[in-house]
């Protein structure tokens, strides 16, 4: 009872018992009195503390013992003054007056006059600064604890000079004297305290007493810690010093990577901790009642409503661009995110267990969480069950460093916790968390954001994308377009990409980032500027990979093939919008070529019913590269003929089949025509049939200006046989589709849905049966049936009507031609699509592509077709 009334006056608790370990424990340095600072001994004694010079501070603080034994056998009394003619701590009082020099210097003693003044350590007993039970005056001799007791007297000198805002004598302690080579002594107990470990011993020692006295307060109710407030304010400024004096220590150790520099490290790490800890504990105290609001019916809902975000998520999410990491573990919530990056901060093993035992006693629970923690990570633990909870939690686990982190966790958590009460019962809370700890505005709404684009609800993600605007800009989460595209609201994820300004960013992005703004830029649309977009990320990749300045990406990042991401990124996506049509006629340089090439011909093989293949054809056609799409058709041919033999059609698709390859043939011939007659010879005996295609890295491309007057007829070519074949799919009736196509049916998935069933791990694209419909349409683009557009006949009509006997032709999709207005929030800016961008040659954005230009050579013979 006593220690608790000194402990509410200020003054430090003790346990009145006889050994030396109950003296030990001090705990706070402050003295067992409040000292009168009016009183001249007190001011006296701390001047002469002040004054001191710090190389005798340790002379002051050993115990001396009186050496007349020559003369009186029964002295060796403790000391308590010093002799003013020598200033030695030789004599006791009453040796000083039967002796004539001092036994140490053997200066003569005045006979006259005041021979002793007291010593500085018994000065401060007197003066009340150090409590009286610490007086080894009045108690007895132990020789074996003798090198303890004057430590512990110089750690009473610290803890006066923190009591009494006289840090600066330590930090120079440790400078002027520790740190000095030439401060050395023969004598043992000098030599001990002259070293820096009895300041860290100091430092540490005191922030354990600290952290005992914070459990008491700790473990009492809202009340009763409320009453404590000027107790915890008093411990913050001494843990404030505390930290101070050990960032002393790491300026001198600066240059080592000595044991010591790494256990005062640890040290430090715990104090900021604590009382960052404190802080949210002082702020917890104003804001109990916050602890009744619950927007949740229960704990139990509430856990039950965070795994449904979690799954409805996994459902959403695109796969991973490298097809390294699992779909449930891309799928990631903003908290999930947020409390793995703090969880790889955690800092488990300390040199000192038990201080991190004192640290984890600090929560209410008395330190389970903590061990829960470190078993299962800090994911599980969300959402938090109260938030006293959350406070112990995220400021006792995790590095001091991640306190803005941890604070934005918070603001997250209160937000789950209460969005939907009123906001009069609870917004006053966050706004003085915001005025308490100079959290801006900025970091407010983006908390809020990301509660609201993890919760599933359309309320939730509408009140996300009005307040995208205010905090989109250079700092925004990469992960929130990612998001936003994934709850199909690419429009809102093209502006956040936008106004974050990564399409004009010097710095290399990761690869998902890269994946994302590709992915985002085609659902909306935009194909030029995705094209332009992987272009300009596939080349910085290139020459920082080739400069050796990757940045820390995972290393599945840096061991694939950008290129060849972005490239198949692209293709599978415009495969799945029925916009390989456009594609084909992008300037690709011969890089692209190649994985453009594999995945369009991958495709046809997987789906040899789709006219996927017969527009690779026209790609090499559109370049006059007659002898690749030679090539190409006979492996199509040879495709469509093995799947025919294997399984089993009607005659209708056959028929189909059978007119396609007839049509593709027909057109490669007329096209070899234009061959030299040499290297027509050479095809039709079988000399070039095996050609590298885009395997050959020596292959040179053609200029399209030079191949345009060698090849003059092409246009007529191409008139001459438009009549003959339209753009088409080929579909079996339901009834064999399903062991056709291997249960999956390309053609029914709606042009709108993500491409979950594709992996980037390969570049063979495969299937998913969890695949989503979804009814809205894409802006207005050209026509995918641009191609088909270029041939009209009669024979083209019949097969018309046979596909429409068969259901129809489902990759014959009709596309709006006017203009669609989309917007981001019920009047949020209109989204435009390529149609405007590709009247000008992209010749003009892309530097050093010397193919033709595609989309002239479609709107030509869009031209030629209508004379």
């Not at 512990?152 to 000079?161: G, K, M, Q, S, T």
């Not at 641009?786 to 596909?803: A, D, H, M, N, W």
Request: aromatic share 8%; hydrophobic share 35%; glycine share 4%.
């Amino acid at each position: 009872m006593e220690g608790r009334r000194l402990f509410d006056e200020g003054a430090a608790i003790h346990s009145d018992s006889d050994n030396r370990s109950s003296m030990v424990r001090h705990t706070t340095g402050h003295p067992s009195l409040q000292p009168n600072y009016s009183c001249q001994k007190v001011q006296k004694a701390l001047e002469n503390l002040a004054s001191i010079d710090l190389s005798e501070l340790c002379n002051e603080a050993k115990v001396e013992h009186c050496r007349a034994t020559r003369d009186l056998r029964s002295c060796g009394r403790c000391v308590q003054s010093v002799l003013i003619s020598c200033g030695h701590a030789s004599l006791c009082q009453e040796c000083s007056q039967r002796c004539d020099a001092c036994p140490i210097c053997r200066l003569p003693i005045p006979k006259t006059g005041n021979r002793l003044s007291l010593r500085l350590y018994y000065e401060c007993i007197e003066a009340g600064l150090i409590s009286k039970r610490y007086d080894d005056r009045f108690q007895e001799k132990d020789g074996e604890k003798q090198p303890a007791a004057d430590v512990e007297r110089l750690h009473l000198f610290f803890d006066v000079a923190l009591e009494n805002n006289l840090l600066s004598l330590i930090c120079l302690y440790i400078t002027d004297v520790c740190m000095d080579e030439s401060a050395v002594s023969s004598d043992p107990v000098v030599a001990m305290l002259l070293d820096e470990v009895v300041v860290k011993d100091w430092c540490k020692r005191t922030f354990k007493n600290i952290l005992m006295e914070l459990q008491s307060i700790y473990n009492l109710n809202v009340d009763e810690m409320k009453e404590k407030s000027n107790t915890l304010l008093k411990f913050k400024s001494r843990l404030t010093s505390i930290s101070t004096v050990l960032e002393e220590f790491e300026s001198s150790f600066k240059d080592s990577l000595s044991a010591q520099l790494h256990d005062i490290h640890h040290l430090q790490e715990s104090i900021v901790k604590t009382k960052q800890h404190m802080e949210m504990i002082i702020w917890y105290t104003r804001h109990e009642s916050l602890e009744d609001l619950n927007q949740h019916g229960s704990f139990s809902s509430w856990r039950s409503e965070v795994r449904e975000r979690k799954s409805m998520a996994v459902k959403r999410a695109w796969p991973s661009p490298t097809g390294t990491t699992s779909e449930k573990d891309t799928a990631m919530l903003f908290i999930e995110d947020a409390l793995s990056n703090l969880d790889t901060q955690q800092e488990y093993a300390t040199t000192d267990r038990d201080v991190e035992l004192k640290i984890a006693s600090l929560q209410k629970d008395g330190g389970l969480s903590f061990r829960r923690i470190k078993m299962e990570g800090l994911v599980g633990s969300y959402p938090f069950e109260n938030l006293r909870s959350a406070i112990d939690i995220l400021f006792l686990c995790g590095s001091s460093d991640m306190v803005v982190a941890k604070q934005a966790i918070l603001l997250y958590y209160l937000f789950d916790r209460m969005w939907k009460i009123p906001d009069d019962k609870w917004r006053y809370c966050v706004d003085d968390f915001s005025a308490t700890f100079s959290i801006a505005r900025h970091s407010i709404l983006e908390s809020f954001t990301f509660y609201l684009l993890d919760d599933h609800s359309d309320e939730a993600l509408q009140e996300a994308c009005r307040l995208l605007p205010e905090i989109s800009g250079p700092t925004t989460h990469p992960k929130v377009a990612q998001v936003l595209l994934e709850r199909q609201n690419p429009y809102a994820a093209l502006m956040v990409l936008r106004w974050s300004g990564t399409a004009t960013a010097t710095d290399l992005p990761s690869l998902n980032q890269a994946v994302t703004a590709v992915r985002v830029r085609v659902e909306c649309g935009l194909l030029l500027e995705a094209f332009m977009h992987q272009r300009s990320i596939s080349t910085k990749f290139k020459k920082t990979k080739s400069r050796n300045e990757l940045p820390s990406f995972d290393d599945s990042e840096n061991e694939v093939d950008w290129l060849e991401v972005l490239v198949t990124e692209i293709c599978i996506l415009c495969i799945r919008r029925n916009l390989v049509d456009r594609i084909i006629g992008l300037p690709w340089n011969f890089e692209e070529e190649k994985h453009l090439h594999k995945c369009l011909l991958d495709y046809a093989s997987d789906e040899p019913l789709t006219n996927t293949g017969s527009l690779l054809v026209v790609y090499y056609l559109q370049r006059y590269r007659y002898l690749e799409a030679y090539q190409v058709d006979r492996k199509l041919q040879s495709i469509e003929n093995e799947f025919v033999s294997r399984n089993p059609i009607n005659d209708d698709v056959a028929n189909r089949m059978s007119f396609i390859q007839r049509w593709r043939g027909e057109f490669v011939d007329k096209s070899i025509q234009l061959l030299p007659e040499v290297e027509q010879q050479k095809l039709k005996s079988g000399q070039m049939t095996d050609l590298p295609l885009a395997e050959n890295n020596n292959s040179p491309q053609v200029k399209p200006n030079i191949v345009q007057e060698q090849n003059p007829t092409l246009p007529s070519l191409l008139f001459q046989m438009g009549g003959q074949i339209e753009n088409h799919s080929f579909q079996a009736p339901k009834s064999n589709y399903k062991s056709v196509s291997k249960n999956f049916k390309f053609d029914d998935i709606n042009t709108t849905t993500p491409l979950r069933e594709f992996n980037r791990g390969s570049s063979r694209i495969r299937k998913n049966k969890h695949i989503q419909n979804d009814q809205n349409d894409l802006p207005s683009e050209d026509s995918p049936n641009s191609i088909s557009r270029l041939f009209k006949s009669p024979l083209q009509e019949q097969v018309l009507k046979s596909s429409s006997r068969l259901g129809g032709d489902l990759m014959d999709i009709s596309w709006s031609n006017k203009e669609e207005n989309v917007n981001v929030n019920n009047g949020g800016p209109r989204w435009r699509s390529d149609d405007a961008e590709e009247h000008e040659s992209p010749e003009r954005f892309i530097t050093g592509v010397s193919v033709n230009t595609p989309s002239k050579g479609l709107r030509r013979s869009r031209r030629l077709a209508g004379r």
